[in-house]
Nanobody
């Protein structure tokens, strides 16, 4: 069982940037797809970006052009670079493998506010 630990969240002003990290306790090399999800208050958790182990990426329309997902299989880490942040990006962000769905980590809070 892989355990996932997210970090890098915080309070940022609109237009700002943050870089999230997701450290896995085991090897992610063989995990085909890794993704970042988010859950805003009162809303369902949604997948905002995912990446294959070959580097192919896909994004939700709401973050396309602003967020970039990447992975470092050697470090067992997945990243989410978030630029041009908007108040509607405020949420708890989680990583997971969409095709497997390990136990959820605690997530990392991202708050975009002036």
């Amino acid at each position: 069982q892989v355990q996932l630990v997210e970090s890098g969240g915080g309070l940022v002003q609109p237009g700002g940037s943050l870089r999230l990290s997701c450290a896995a306790s085991g090897s992610i090399f063989s995990i085909y797809v890794m993704g970042w999800y988010r859950q805003a208050p009162g809303k369902q958790r949604e997948l905002v970006a995912h990446i294959t182990n070959g580097g192919r990426t896909n994004y939700a329309d709401s973050v396309k052009g602003r967020f970039t997902i990447s992975r470092d299989n050697a470090k067992n880490t997945v990243y989410l670079q978030m630029n041009s942040l908007k108040p509607e990006d405020t949420a708890v962000y989680y990583c997971n493998a969409p095709q497997i769905l390990y136990s959820w980590g605690q997530g990392t809070q991202v708050t975009v506010s002036s």
